[in-house]
Nanobody, 121 residues
Framework: QVQLVESGGGSVQPGGSLRLSCAAS????????MGWYRQAPGKGLAWVAA???????HYADSVKGRFTISRDNAKNTVYLQMNSLKPEDTAVYYC???????????????WGQGTQVTVSS
């Protein structure tokens, strides 16, 4: 079994910063891409950022220049540093990992449980 556990959400004022973490554990052979989605109140799931196993990063236009995605391959952990937060960044943030399980088999996407980020004055 594979689990992704998120941490680091919370409440912050506009202009503030938060850092999200997402650690994968369990029967993992290797991890390809990792990343983040978010779901704002009353809206659908929106992709935020992604990082390859080699460290290539990609961002949604709405967060480019404010958010930074990184990963520690030794710890199977992905991070999202969020700076200059805006009220429109308020959402539940979900991490994912495209994981090859031990014992062989095809890559599967696993999801974290979600963590709430609220930006409000």
């Amino acid at each position: 079994q594979v689990q992704l556990v998120e941490s680091g959400g919370g409440s912050v004022q506009p202009g503030g910063s938060l850092r999200l973490s997402c650690a994968a554990s369990g029967s993992i052979f290797s991890i390809s891409d990792m990343g983040w989605y978010r779901q704002a109140p009353g809206k659908g799931l929106a992709w935020v950022a992604a990082i390859s196993s080699g460290g290539s990063t990609h961002y949604a236009d709405s967060v480019k220049g404010r958010f930074t995605i990184s990963r520690d391959n030794a710890k199977n952990t992905v991070y999202l540093q969020m700076n200059s937060l805006k009220p429109e960044d308020t959402a539940v943030y979900y991490c994912y990992g495209d994981i090859f399980p031990t014992g062989g088999g095809e890559v599967q996407r696993y999801w974290g449980q979600g963590t709430q980020v609220t930006v409000s004055s």
